[in-house]
């Protein structure tokens, strides 16, 4: 529960603290668009159970796979995507420390 907790908590305030650091003149709208990112995760509807506590979402789930993550690092070199991509990348990130983060507890 708390892993959980922590987990959604970090999903909202890493793009905060990476918008207003890296984008100091417009970090609301920065970080809006990559909080939007988290949209990522209707890939866990195609899911039963659509929600599992100890499940790695890294290489389950479709758009957690490593050919989309690829995708996600292209989507951060150009610029008119860089903040999706820059989301997606934290969100991704986000959930492979979840990943380890069972790892360590016994869950995976």
């Known amino acids: 529960m708390l892993r959980t907790a922590v987990h959604m908590a970090l ?8 918008a207003r ?4 003149d417009r970090w609301k709208g920065a970080w809006i668009v990559m909080v939007s990112t988290m949209a990522v995760d209707l890939d866990h509807l ?3 159970p659509v929600f599992d506590p100890n499940r ?7 758009l ?38 069972m790892g360590w507890a016994g869950g995976v």
Do not use: E, Q
């Not at 999903?11 to 990476?18: E, K, M, R, T």
């Not at 650091?21 to 100091?24: D, E, N």
């Open 46 to 48: 195609v899911a039963t």
């Open 56 to 62: 790695c979402s890294i290489g389950f789930h479709p």
């Open 11 to 18: 999903h909202v305030l890493v793009p905060a603290v990476v």
């Open 21 to 24: 650091l890296a984008f100091p």
């Open 64 to 101: 957690h796979t490593w050919p989309a993550m690829v995708v996600v690092l292209g989507l951060t070199a150009v610029s008119k995507t860089r903040l999706v991509g820059l989301g997606l990348a934290i969100h991704m990130a986000l959930d492979g420390l979840d990943c380890l983060w």
